[in-house]
């Protein structure tokens, strides 16, 4: 994994956070965690949750333990609000666990990028609600939400 330039960079505008955001979330809807890494600079500093991650490395692993515990993940991002390096969102995203039970995950994430457009700081809070399989709302096939799936 080489560190290089990840457009767009900051100062971001309201277009180019929407963006930044859209190209995270399509990333992480992969379930690919080396992809997902590479969004990231080597030595990013995470707060997920109660866990702390630091460095590339430790993210796939992160995202390796994610995925193999939240099932069939389907994620949708927002921009809340956005200044110069940083990128407020807002998240909900819905899994299942090995014994089929559903649940929709709601939180809200701050991102700090470097000049390289890498992010070098991300702070999620996160709560799971659990739901019944007929309670979900995100249906399409795993991978890249549709761009007419609403927001």
Request: aromatic fraction near 14%; proline fraction near 6%; hydrophobic fraction near 35%.
């Amino acid at each position: 994994m080489t560190e290089k330039s990840r457009p767009p960079l900051p100062p971001f505008t309201y277009e180019t956070a929407v963006q930044k955001v859209r190209m995270a979330e399509d990333a992480w809807n992969s379930r690919d965690p080396e992809r997902v890494s590479l969004a990231y600079s080597v030595d990013s500093v995470w707060r997920n949750r109660t866990e702390f991650v630091n460095g590339r490395e430790a993210i796939v692993e992160f995202l390796r333990r994610k995925w193999a515990k939240e099932l069939d993940y389907r994620l949708i991002k927002e921009v809340w609000a956005f200044h110069e390096a940083r990128i407020a969102v807002r998240f909900a995203y819905e899994w299942h666990d090995d014994s089929g039970n559903w649940f929709r995950s709601y939180g809200n994430e701050n991102w700090e990028f470097d000049d390289a457009g890498l992010m070098r700081r991300r702070y999620a809070s996160i709560n799971d609600l659990p739901i019944s399989e007929g309670e979900r709302k995100y249906h399409w096939p795993l991978g890249r939400r549709p761009d007419d799936h609403p927001g």
